[in-house]
């Protein structure tokens, strides 16, 4: 079946440094991905859509400076956390839709997601 | 803008018994789809079952079925003869159908099942 992966899965860095998330579709192409965070016990907060070849797409609220996605190939976009602090300690997941052909339709298929640690 | 809400914020049923989870949804389209996502304590999001707008019949996979109610915009799922590996953070989503749209998921509720 599909499989989206997600890299590192545990990353601990110091305040103040950049951090790079990747998040790869491994056996389909998606134009589009989508970035979500998500605090324990809580629900997913999309942050924002990467599309491939333009810029990204960013929900209310998320700081585009801070928040750095590049959608660099059709199976490849990356999320960079840019100067980060103790309060973007958190749980990072991407997604990607995949073409369902029989339903005429699409799914989405999530990475494993990513816990950042900011000390 | 599309919402899910979920009310529910934790719920508990006994191994073997059943349990319903509640959803509801706003939204002016009419051509959608809708979601019940399994988040277990590895944190993977996986898909329990999907139901298309315009499919009057309820979807069903295995033990786990769902109540559509597209007029009251209400979306439950019925858990049967639920099992230890069933408990996890079960999310209600909402998506429009073309290629790209979002999810829009709901707060989740926490199910506990208990030996």
């Known amino acids: 079946g599909a499989v989206v992966s997600q890299h590192p899965s545990r990353v601990i860095c110091k305040s103040g440094t950049s951090v790079k998330i990747e998040c790869r579709s491994l056996?389909?192409?998606?134009?589009?991905m989508f970035w979500y965070r998500q605090f324990p016990k809580k629900s997913l907060m999309l942050m924002a859509t990467?599309?491939?070849?333009?810029?990204?797409?960013?929900e209310q609220g998320v700081e585009k400076d801070k928040f750095l996605i590049n959608h660099a190939s059709l199976t490849l976009s990356t999320l960079t956390v840019t100067s980060a602090h103790p309060e973007d300690s958190s749980f990072y997941i991407c997604?990607?839709?995949?073409?369902?052909?029989?339903?005429?339709?699409?799914?989405?298929?999530f990475g494993p997601g990513t816990r950042l640690t900011v000390t | 803008a599309q919402t899910v809400t979920q009310s529910q914020p934790e719920m508990s049923v006994q191994e073997a018994e059943t349990v319903t989870l509640s959803c509801t949804y706003d939204?002016?389209?009419?051509?959608?789809?809708l979601f019940w996502y399994k988040q277990p304590p590895s944190r993977q999001m996986i898909l329990v079952i999907r139901?298309?707008?315009?499919?009057?019949q309820n979807a069903t996979e295995n033990r786990f079925s769902v109540n559509f109610q597209k007029a009251a915009k209400s979306f439950s799922l019925k858990i049967s003869d639920s099992q230890l590996g069933d408990a996890a953070m079960y999310f209600c989503?909402?998506?429009?159908?073309?290629?790209?749209?979002?999810?829009?998921f709901g707060a989740g509720t926490i199910l506990r099942v208990k030996s």
């Open positions: 997604s990607a839709p995949r073409a369902d052909l029989a339903a005429f339709s699409y799914e989405q298929y």
């Open positions: 056996d389909f192409q998606a134009t589009t």
């Open positions: 990467s599309n491939e070849g333009s810029k990204a797409t960013y």
């Open positions: 939204t002016s389209e009419s051509d959608y789809y």
């Open positions: 139901q298309e707008a315009y499919k009057q």
């Open positions: 989503a909402y998506r429009r159908r073309e290629y790209g749209n979002k999810l829009v």
